[in-house]
Every structure is written in C-alpha cells, then in structure tokens.
C-alpha cells in the first residue's frame, strides 16, 4: 500500500490534532493512494459518504484515540490511533441503503493535511478521480449476500473493531490523560467519567462475590435503571414531525415502559439518555431503518423512533467516549408540546 506523504512525518501521517485544529480533507487522488484493494487504510474504510468532503476546510471536533465497542457481548472500549471526527461530517446512509443512524465519520489522519489559514476555496476536481474511487467504494460497502439474497453492508460501524483491535481497560490511566490533552473533554468530566466507570466495575463485581443482601441497589450501572414493564412493553403513537418541541419524560414514566433488560419493543434506553428527563428538545427527523452494526444488516423498524436536535451521547457514563452516538427515542418516551 503506497503512503502519502504528510505534514509531519511521512511515515506514520501523524498529524498529532488536537480538538479545533483546522484541517483540509485530502482530494480523492492522494486518498486512493492511501487504500488497499479493499478501499481501507488500516482497516478502516474510507466510504463513499465521505468524498463529498473531499477538499474542504474542517474542524476537529474530537479525537478518536479510543471508540466504544458495539459489536462484542459486553462491550469496552477499544484503542484507536491516529484519527478524528470533524465537525458535522455524519454517514448520510447513500450508500448503504439509506442507513439512518447517522453515524459520525472517522478519518485517518493520512487523509487529511493542516491547513494553511488561507479563505476556503472550491476544490479543482478531475473527473477521473471520481470514475476510479467511487467504484471501488461503493463495491466494498458490500459483503456477500445472505443466503435469501439480503444485501449485507460494511461500513467504519461495522468494521470498527478491526480498525481498532486492542481493548482499553479502564485501568489504563492514559486514555484519561489523553482526553484533557487532546481536548476532547476537560478535567471535571474525565474525573468523573473514571469514576462513574470505577463504580459501574465494582457493581459488576459484587454481583459475581456478594449474596443479594451485601450488594448497593442489587448491583446495578451507575443511574440505577430498572425497567418495570410485566410483559409485552407499551407503545404509543403520537406521529411527531421534524420541527416539533417535545419534553422527555420523566425517568420513572420511561422505566414503566422497558423490560428487565431496559428495552421497550427491542429498543434500548441507556443511562446516557437518562440524562435528557425532563429536558425539552425539537424533533429533527424521523427514523425507521438503521444498519445492524454486528451483522451488516438492515433492521427496518416497524414503530418509527425519533431523533431530536443535539441529543447524542457523551460518554459521561461510559469513558469519555467521544464517539458520539445519535440518541434513538420511542415516542411513548416524549410528550408534545403545544
């Protein structure tokens, strides 16, 4: 695989970014020399919602030293090196069956280069560019069908723990460490992210050492969620649109509606979004398909969630993860407002 050569060192393409660093997104020529036959770059794939940033100015909005890990029963963190998120830069879904989840795209440094503080320009693009990497993207954004015939994606969601293959126990103090150096997070919320993962490590413990009657609150994760549903979880219907204010509702109107695994009708509600009780928000789009991270397959929902304007998670409860996921809410979950 032939390497570009970068700012800094022209071996790694270490950039050494820090959040607010102004960068350029490198044309399609010098990332096409940065991929493999299968359109990645250390395993991590350069996908074809990404070429539409190609050329332009950007900010580092986090540094993705760490990710969280979706895919294994149990979860973690896991190590990244020499990556970034830029700000506003999310999957559109295009091309992968219009995908929803609107994951936040992550970029090697290789593929990006400092910028000069010169104004913003338009790109000069060749069109033959275009005719040899969007091909070659779009074929890698496949794997081989299932046995009926279902198309199966891969994406950076899918692929991510092969991108990023070592764990990162949170023992590992440095990952703390680089959140305040990188910017990512500052002091106060890095102590407690440590904390509240300490706690949540030791109830996980005392579940497996203590009897019932020795164990804080039966064991549970930090914001000591419980569902409380007997059965088949509620469901509601309000047919809310983009635009809408909604308030969240309260904490122990949304655990009448999960199960014992804190999920109603197969969504989950985490203690990130926990967080939202109480808040008002404004509806920024309907969902009803997102791709199976562990599979690479559509999940077509049959009760449409939402999504509300600036509702992600910030990893205060799990490690500082700057990640950044989209919060998916159940309608039964918010109320509207007049």
């Not at 986090?62 to 890990?69: E, I, Q, S, W």
Request: aromatic residues 6%; charged residues 25%; hydrophobic residues 35%.
């Amino acid at each position: 695989m032939t390497q570009i050569q970068t700012d800094h060192n022209p071996v790694s393409g270490q950039l050494n970014l820090r959040v607010g660093d102004v960068v350029v997104v490198r044309g399609e020529a010098e990332i096409l020399a940065t991929l493999d036959e299968r359109g990645e770059l250390d395993n991590l794939p350069f996908m074809p919602e990404m070429l539409r940033f190609c050329g332009q100015r950007m900010t580092v909005h986090k540094v993705a030293h760490k990710v969280c890990d979706t895919i294994t029963r149990g979860g973690g963190m896991r190590r990244m090196s020499h990556a970034v998120y830029l700000s506003g830069a999310r999957c559109d879904g295009q091309a992968h069956g219009g995908c929803q989840t609107a994951c936040q795209l992550i970029w090697r440094e290789h593929w990006l280069r400092r910028a000069d503080g010169g104004a913003r320009t338009s790109p000069v693009r060749d069109p033959s560019e275009g005719r040899v990497l969007l091909p070659l993207l779009t074929s890698n954004a496949l794997r081989p069908p299932g046995p009926d015939g279902e198309k199966i994606y891969s994406c950076q969601a899918t692929e991510l723990n092969r991108a990023a293959p070592s764990c990162l126990p949170l023992r590992d103090l440095g990952q703390f460490v680089q959140d305040v150096r990188s910017g990512n997070a500052g002091v106060l919320w890095t102590a407690r992210a440590f904390l509240v993962g300490l706690f949540n490590r030791l109830q996980k413990l005392s579940t497996r050492l203590l009897p019932p009657r020795l164990q804080f609150r039966r064991g549970l994760r930090w914001r000591f969620l419980e569902g409380g549903a007997v059965g088949r979880t509620p469901t509601e219907v309000l047919d809310l649109q983009p635009g809408e204010l909604v308030r969240v509702k309260s904490r122990d109107d949304i655990l009448a509606t999960l199960d014992a695994n804190l999920l109603n009708r197969g969504m989950g509600f985490e203690e990130e979004m926990s967080r939202w009780c109480g808040r008002v928000g404004r509806v920024e789009r309907r969902v009803d398909r997102c791709l199976d991270e562990r599979t690479g397959r559509m999940l077509t929902m049959k009760n449409p969630c939402i999504v509300l304007e600036n509702s992600v998670c910030e990893g205060a409860f799990n490690a500082a993860c700057p990640r950044e996921f989209v919060h998916f809410w159940r309608e039964i979950w918010l109320e509207r407002i007049p």
